[in-house]
C-alpha cells in the first residue's frame, strides 16, 4: 500500500496541499483502475479543474471509533484492517479536520492546531503532530508498504521514516523545504553550534530514507552535500536538466535515467517527465536506505488555464488597466520573499505613468507592502485572489514578479512560476541565479533573473518590457510552450509512478 504522511491534508488553502492531495487522488485512480476498476462508489462524481481530477469518490475510513465533529480517528481494529483490504492502494495521514479525499483511505490522527501567531504555540504543534504521526506509522504501516513523507511539518519526517524503517516500510521523502537551513536563510537562526547539530540530525534523517525526491537541480545538490557529509550508504542520484541549446528539436524537459555504478552503467527510459540524467551509485533494498535523491519538478496547470489577452481579462478592466503595462505579485510574500524589494522598485517606478504593479500575494510580508505602498499612485493593492480566478490576475500582468531573498537556491522552490508559465507570462525573478528558477528562465528565455535586492536591474528590465512588448509576449509564449512540454500534471504523476513501480512496488 502507498501511503503519505503529511499534515496538509487539513488545509484546503494550502499549496504543498493541493499538490499532495491531487497527486494521492491521482495515483488512487491509477492504482484502481490497474486493479480491474474494482472501486466502490460512496456517491457523485468528483471535478477538478475542469473535469482533470473527475473521480469516483470513496468515503474516507476509520480505524477504530467514528471520527465525528468533536472527535478524532485513532486506534486500530479488525474492521480497520478490513477496509485496508478493501481499498488496499493508497491510504493518506492527517490532523483533523483532515479532508476526504477521492479514492484514498484517511486515518486522522490527534495533535494541536494552535494559531501559528506565537512560536512556541507552532512548535507545539509541531511536536504534538510529529508524535501523532510516529505512532500512526507504527499502527498503520506493514512490510512492503510505500510510504511517502512530506517535509511539512519541520520535524515531522525523522520520526516517522525511523518508524516507518522499523516497520519494513520502503521510505520516499518529498522535500519541499529544506530544513534546517531554511531557518538561518530567513534569520530564526544564526550560524553556530545550535544549527550545526540541527542541521545534523536532519541529514542522518535522510540517509534513512530510501529515496529522497527533490523540486529541482540546486535542491539536488543540496541534499547531495549534506548525504556526502556524513557518508550516506548507498549512493545518491544526481541530475541536470538539459538546457534549451542541448535539447534535440521537439525534446521536452522530461527525464531519462541513467542507473548503475561508474563501471556499470545503463541507460533506460524512466519516466516521461523530463530530460534529466540521473546517475546512481548503488541501491539499497526497501525499508535498506540509501538516499537516493531524484528529481520531480512541480507541475503548472496547463488545462486549467490559458494564455489569455490582457484585453480580455476581467481584473484588467476592474482596476483600470488598460494600456498600462502591468507588474503582477500574486502567490504568497512569505519570509523566504523579498517584500523590500518591491516596495524599492514600485518606489524607482513611480515617475513612469505607463507602469503599474497589480499586488495580490498573500503572507506575513503582505502588512509591510501595504504600509510601505498604501496610496501610491502606480500600485494596485487587491486582496489575494480566489482560486477560480487566478487565470484571469495572471492574464492582466504584462510581468510576473517574483521576488525571492538571497541564499535561497536549494532550500526553497517558487512553485508559483510553473503556474505562471502554463498562463503564458512572462517570470522576473530576483534571487540566487543559481537556483532552478533562475536557471530555466534563462536557459529557455522565459523571462528575465537578476540577483537578489538588485532593484536598479529589475526596473530597467521592466522599462524594457513597456518599450517592447512583443519581447516580453514571446518569453510568455515560450513559457507556455515549455509548461505544456514538460511540466504538466500528468508527466508529474507519470514520474511518480515509476517511482513508486521500482523494485516491483504497487
Known sequence: ???FFCDVFARPDDAT???VTELATAL???RTADDGGRMEDDGGRMAERGGRMADE???ASATGEECRAEGYRTGFSVEGERERERLGRVGAVGVRPAREVPGVLVRRVRATTFPKSRAWLLGLNWLTTTFAYTRAAFTHLRQGDVVVVVTSPRLLPWPVVWAARRRGARVIVLVHDVYPDVFAAVGWLRPGWLLRQLDRGFSGGYKMADEIVVLGRDMRDVIARKLAAGGAAGGTITSTIKSKSEMRDGEGAG?????GREDDSVTASATEVGRVRLSEGGRGKAGGGGGRIVVIPNWGDVDG???VAK???PVTSRWGLQGKTVVGVGGTLGRTHDGALVIALARALRGDASIRFLIYAGGVGRAEVDAALGGAANVCLAPPCPPAELNDWLAAADVMLVPFRAGMAGISVPSRMYNIFAAGRPLLLTGDLDAEGARLVREHGLGWAVPAGDVASAAEIIRGAAR???????RGGRARALAEQAFTFSRHVAAWRALVGERGGQ
Do not use: N, T, Y
Not at 527525464?255 to 542507473?259: G, H, I, K, M, T
Not at 517592447?468 to 514571446?474: C, G, H, I, K, T
Open 1 to 3: 500500500m502507498l501511503w
Open 17 to 19: 496541499g493541493r499538490v
Open 28 to 30: 488512487a485512480r491509477e
Open 57 to 59: 469518490s470513496l468515503k
Open 255 to 259: 527525464f531519462a535515467v541513467e542507473r
Open 305 to 307: 488555464l490559458r494564455a
Open 311 to 313: 484585453e480580455a481579462s
Open 468 to 474: 517592447e512588448p512583443d519581447d516580453a509576449a514571446e
